[in-house]
């Protein structure tokens, strides 16, 4: 008698504007709470949903990942196809799959990456307004590669993450596999990908690396910043509306 | 004595989503009221702002031109970061500029070009729904390039046109100089350049040739639509967020 039940695997694309994040908030509407609900009226069944992670109020997401159980094989197309149309149209689920049993949507997951855009247009687009930050002040994209260089690699990120109730059993030791400065139309692209990312960890990254660029924090002052592990040692987190949740990477077996 | 007061040219983009339009409507708040308003405050006079044409709640604009007068010169950059620091962040005044003495926005334009975005992913893009239209059924490429060349050229377009109370000189005949159907990453542009376009004609043009390529309309019903006059005979006007106000040409004297 087999008692395993059916993992199913959701890529999910989101534009974060209207909700309060990820998971569920007092007085916020959370895209996990829209997708439960639409799936649990479905399925018939009060069905949970985990996500490869949270994503803050105002973020992005291209390509979240999230699974869920459920005790028999399903339509995959039809529930799809459903699922749309119950959501509303600023979340999308681009693709449902049957996962193997072992598949857990954070736990399972070896890497991910998250794109941040400064727009530094001098009149900001009033359609980039929502999906980028505009720095008040100029940027050098030379300091901004350089500062970039330090945070690439295995470091105790302590000074970048705000601290929130659930701990990680490595501490707060995690990789940046690369950082890369990309430049676009009308600002630019840092693309992190690392084995894991702390609480608003790339957003206190991306305003520390800001604040080199206006003055505020010098490159040198970054090993230093690293070495506090105190999170006031760091600049402010950069605002929500420039991150993207771009991908999340699973071995192959998964 | 020179009694002509200084004219000035204003390049406008604005993402339509949250505003009832262009000019002032009932229970909306327009783009018109907002621009006059923070121009009035600026300049500590109440200034009216004309525009090359309205465009509709929802209608984006990338290159919008408007012209107000004033009594002196103006220090144009000191106004145009005035401007922009009191507008909300979804209207930007792009330039500002002074303008030959007869200069109409509406008046002087010789030409527009209008784009319709059409969004054809099957799953909808969740950060293109407030700029693009996806129609609920296939669209032929080529049936839709076919049906667009019915449009080029100089035409009545009474039929392609809602009526509004105010009527030109000319009647209803415009020409439209090219109609392209560029392909896009997830869809197709209509690219749209005439010396005028009526009330919703852009709208109710892509709508008819949506009908075309749902099997609603038939390419060689598309004269018999030029030919009735009448508003009732073509295919109801394509959603708002789709349209976008690119460029308003002027001759070089203006």
Redesign the interface.
């Known amino acids: 008698m087999n008692l395993k039940r059916p993992v199913y695997k959701m890529l999910i694309?989101?534009?974060g504007t209207q909700y309060g994040g990820w998971q569920s908030q007092i007085n916020t509407v959370s895209i996990q709470a829209l997708i439960q609900d639409a799936l649990s009226t479905i399925l018939r069944k009060k069905t949970a949903v985990t996500a490869s992670g949270r994503t803050d109020a105002g973020v992005?997401a291209l390509g979240q990942v999230a699974h869920f159980i459920h005790h028999e094989e399903l339509n995959l197309s039809k529930i799809l196809f459903s699922l749309?149309a119950l959501l509303p149209?600023?979340?999308?689920?681009?693709a449902l799959d049957r996962a193997a049993f072992s598949f857990h949507a954070r736990f399972s997951a070896v890497s991910k990456l998250y794109h941040y855009y400064l727009h530094l247009d001098p009149?900001?687009?009033?359609?980039q307004?929502l999906?980028t930050y505009r720095p008040p002040h100029s940027v050098d994209l030379s300091l901004l590669s350089e500062g970039a260089r330090y945070f690439i690699g295995t470091h105790d990120f302590t000074s970048f993450a705000n601290t929130r109730c659930s701990s990680s059993k490595n501490g707060n030791i995690r990789t940046i596999h690369r950082l890369d400065i990309m430049e676009q139309e009308k600002g630019v692209c840092l693309a992190f990908e690392g084995n894991g990312f702390l609480y608003k960890m790339v957003r206190n990254i991306v305003g520390s690396l800001l604040d080199v660029c206006r003055g505020k924090l010098f490159l040198k002052d970054i090993p230093r910043i690293f070495e506090a592990k105190d999170r006031r040692a760091a600049g402010i987190a950069a605002p929500p509306q420039g991150l993207f949740l771009m991908q999340v990477h699973y071995t192959e077996t998964t």
């Not at 149209?89 to 681009?94: A, K, Y």
Request: net charge negative; aromatic share 16%.
């Open positions: 694309a989101y534009d992005h749309n149209p600023d979340i999308r689920i681009l009149a900001l687009d009033p359609f307004r999906y």
